[in-house]
Each structure stands twice: as C-alpha cells, then as structure tokens.
C-alpha cells in the first residue's frame, strides 16, 4: 500500500506564503516524479509543478516566479513553496506521485487526498 499526506494548507491573505509539503509512505521500490495539481470549484484539475527524480522541474505559466517546488531532505518527500499568493490560488492542492511499488514493474500513479488552500484578498 503507499500513502500520500499532504499538509502546509489554510487561509492566508492575498500576498502571503504557504508551504505545502507531502510524504510518501508505504512499499515503495522507486518515485519518477512527484508534484503538485490543483482543481478550484467548477474547474478541471491542472498541473501546478513536477519535480523529477533527477531534479527536473516543470511549471505551469500561472505559478512560474512565484512557486518553486523542491526535494525536502525526507525520504520521498516534495515541498511546494508558494509565495505572492492570489486569491484565483484559492483550490484543493493534490500531491501527486508517479512511483514503482515492490510487488510491480510498471510505474503507477498515486494521488493524495487534497490539502484545501484559500487566499482572502
């Protein structure tokens, strides 16, 4: 079994910081990739950043220069440090994680179970 925890989320006003942080756990053989998405009400999920296992990242154009997402020195863990915060950040944020289990030889996707972040103005 893996499990993603994501914690860091709240309220914070227009402006401010957040850190957002996720651990994966569970019987995991190898992780090509964490990262981050987010779904705000009455819209699709998107791509906030990717981190790869190499230290690759990829964002999307509405974060680039404000959000910077980074290996954390835990084990399988990814940070999403966002600053300059606006009130359209206002979303569930997802970790996510593309990770081989021991018992498989295909990589899969793992999904936690969202971390709500709201941005008063």
């Known amino acids: 079994q893996v499990q993603l925890v994501e914690s860091g989320g709240g309220l914070v006003q227009a402006g401010g910081s957040l850190r957002l942080s996720c651990a994966a756990s569970?019987?995991?053989?190898?992780?090509?990739?964490m990262g981050w998405y987010r779904q705000a009400p009455g819209k699709q999920r998107e791509l906030v950043a990717v981190?790869?296992?190499?230290?690759?990242?990829n964002y999307a154009d509405f974060v680039k220069g404000r959000f910077t997402i980074s290996r954390a020195n835990a084990k399988n863990t990814v940070d999403l440090q966002m600053n300059s915060l606006k009130p359209e950040d206002t979303a569930v944020y997802y970790c996510?994680?593309?990770?081989?289990?021991?018992?498989?030889?295909?990589?899969?996707?793992?999904w936690g179970q969202g971390t709500q972040v709201t941005v008063s103005s």
């Open positions: 569970g019987s995991i053989f190898s992780i090509n990739a």
């Open positions: 981190i790869t296992s190499g230290g690759s990242t």
């Open positions: 996510n994680a593309a990770l081989r289990i021991i018992t498989n030889l295909r990589v899969g996707d793992y």
